[in-house]
């Protein structure tokens, strides 16, 4: 199975701020990378896939990079509905899915 | 619209069976795969397992395969999600989410359908 990490486990950053947070695959998943939104009491979001990709109505100050082991998400300038738990998913190894355990974003 | 509707909250004890379901809409229901993905109280994200409606095709997590049943019914555009004996342990808040067709990310997620087993 492939593990991935988020790192940090908690940000915190003041709006208007930048926030760039990491994900690790324990080994290469190429560009197979989804990122997730989640508000508190909501469902995920889909933000981005393959790696860099927005997805469709997702704001331009996300965005991603990356590829092989090693991800990034970064939003450029927080907004209050930015604070939110977010989630790396590696689909390299489909039908064997995984998520990371989430990086929470709040608010300095 | 694409829109996935799951059921209603359910409270349930221990050893009894149970059926959730997720409707699909607003799109070619057969030929996108749905899955299943469960977060537990304050927990992360955990894939379950995907159905592909058009010729019931599923692939399970090894976490999750023997401990529930994911099916579709393509006349009524539904998937269900089935346990025939729950435990505690499967308290949890469940996602229904359709697959990009040819591609393995979750582009439409339903609203979710808590269970909760307590005695």
């Known amino acids: 199975e492939i593990v991935m990490t988020q790192s940090p486990a908690t940000l915190s950053v003041s709006p208007g701020d930048r926030a760039t947070l990491s994900c690790r695959a324990s080994?290469?998943?190429?560009?197979?990378l989804a990122w997730y939104q989640q508000i508190p009491g909501q469902a995920p979001r889909l933000l981005i896939y393959?790696?860099?990709t927005r997805a469709t109505g997702i704001p331009a100050r996300f965005s991603g990079s990356g590829s092989g082991t090693e991800f990034t998400v970064t939003i450029s300038s927080l907004q209050s509905e930015d604070f939110a738990v977010y989630y790396c998913q590696q689909y390299n190894n489909w039908p064997r899915v995984t998520f990371g355990p989430g990086t929470k974003v709040d608010i300095k | 619209e694409v829109q996935l509707v799951q059921s209603g909250a359910e409270v349930k004890k221990p050893g009894e069976s149970l059926r959730i379901s997720c409707k699909g809409s607003?799109?070619?229901?057969?030929?996108?795969?749905i899955g299943w993905v469960r977060q537990m109280p304050g927990k992360g994200l955990e894939w379950m397992g995907v159905?592909?409606?058009?010729?019931?095709?599923?692939r399970y997590s090894p976490s999750f395969q023997g401990q529930v049943t994911i099916s579709a019914d393509k006349s009524i555009t539904t998937a269900y999600l089935q346990w025939s004996s729950l435990k505690a342990s499967d308290t949890a808040m469940y996602y229904c989410v359709r697959q990009v067709a040819s591609e393995y990310y979750f582009d439409y997620w339903g609203q979710g359908t808590l269970v909760t087993v307590s005695s």
């Open positions: 080994q290469s998943v190429s560009s197979n």
């Open positions: 607003g799109y070619s229901f057969s030929t996108y795969w």
């Open positions: 159905i592909y409606p058009d010729d019931s095709d599923t």
């Open positions: 393959d790696a860099s």
